[in-house]
């Protein structure tokens, strides 16, 4: 197999803002990776994020790294063995294993002449409605949000903000049936988001995603105990063996492929979230439709989405998971059924 990348440079719709204000931002540097074999293209896309210690340039040279020993490879069926020897090669640098992954499960359907998750079993009808994600702003923006995306029955609102409960009330008005899920990217303290908790439950919220720091491992037990809302791990839960010690501390994980290493490594992660009785969801960083449709293809398997990324830039290069109110159409193609615009 042969394996080339580069760095596509994807504008956000609108300024991204969550808690933490290291993330905020309107460009965001995605690494795509093109695997080829007997013919065939594999398409795959890294999305690093700075807390778990990646970027565009963290991937690059991991794959430059990589490329000598993909490159010796030369069945894709065997890709079990080769991403393991890809991870004793590099501990970490999910985001780039993550590519390389995807680019795999395509080249793999292609071969079969089926998508994804024929391969895997699945049926897409089973996939469940994906969240609209609405960022922290002032209220009067939010309303603003709200209105341009009145078709999605799913919110996801960032908070963590000074204005939280009142940015709340707003989307509340705009959309009363809205189903609205809440995510703090780290942004509480225990008794503060307790105490927040509590107001958002008046709101309807159906869970609080990430309330605290992931070293408060104390706080988020104490908190667990307490909450009247279902509290989700994601910052928490980067990878499989995460996943136990989120039992106790959560009642659902947020995977994400970027974070995970990719496909097959959510699929252990899904199957052990499922041992320890804990919900899951399928996330994403903002990524093109490449990374997206690949964790499309598993959503069959879990209980939540928020598969948005794609339609929250506005110069994706890729055409792939239709996201069409809140509801997940999958390509026909072969492999991720992705093709370039």
Avoid at 53 to 61: C, F, I, M, Q, S
Avoid at 303 to 315: E, K, P, R, S, W
Wanted: glycine residues 8%; negative net charge.
């Amino acid at each position: 197999m042969k394996i080339s990348y580069e760095v596509v440079h994807l504008k956000a719709k609108h300024v991204f803002k969550i808690a933490r204000e290291e993330l905020e931002g309107d460009q965001f540097d995605n690494v795509i990776v093109r695997l080829e074999h007997d013919g065939l293209t594999g398409w795959g896309e890294a999305a690093p994020f700075v807390i778990y210690g990646e970027n565009h340039r963290t991937v690059l040279a991991a794959l430059e790294t990589l490329k000598p020993v993909i490159e010796k490879w030369d069945d894709p069926w065997k890709a079990e063995k080769m991403m393991a020897e890809l991870d004793g090669v590099l501990e970490l640098n999910f985001a780039a294993k993550a590519a390389v992954d995807a680019a795999l499960y395509d080249i793999q359907g292609k071969i079969a002449g089926v998508p994804v998750y024929s391969l895997l079993g699945l049926d897409p009808e089973d996939a469940p409605l994906s969240t609209f994600t609405i960022g922290i702003d002032e209220p009067k923006v939010v309303r603003q949000r709200v209105r341009e995306v009145l078709d999605c029955p799913l919110l996801k609102i960032k908070v963590g903000g000074p204005q939280d409960i009142e940015a709340l009330r707003v989307v509340r008005e705009e959309a009363p049936e809205a189903r609205i899920r809440v995510d703090a990217n780290c942004g509480w303290e225990p008794h503060e988001a307790l105490a927040m908790i509590e107001e958002l439950a008046d709101y309807g919220v159906e869970f609080v995603e990430q309330p605290l720091r992931a070293a408060s491992v104390e706080g988020m037990c104490w908190l667990h105990e307490r909450s009247p809302l279902p509290l989700m791990a994601d910052e928490s839960c980067e990878r499989l063996e995460h996943v136990p010690a989120c039992a106790g501390q959560f009642d659902a994980i947020n995977i994400k492929l970027a974070k995970c290493g990719g496909i097959r490594h959510a699929l252990k992660m899904i199957g052990c979230a499922r041992a320890h009785n804990l919900k899951v969801m399928l996330g994403c960083m903002l990524e093109s439709s490449v990374l997206i449709t690949a964790a499309a293809h598993i959503s069959p398997l879990v209980d939540y989405a928020d598969l948005d990324g794609h339609v929250l830039i506005a110069n994706d290069p890729f055409v792939g998971m239709r996201f069409e109110s809140g509801r997940m159409v999958m390509p026909d193609g072969p492999g991720l059924g992705v093709q370039q615009r």
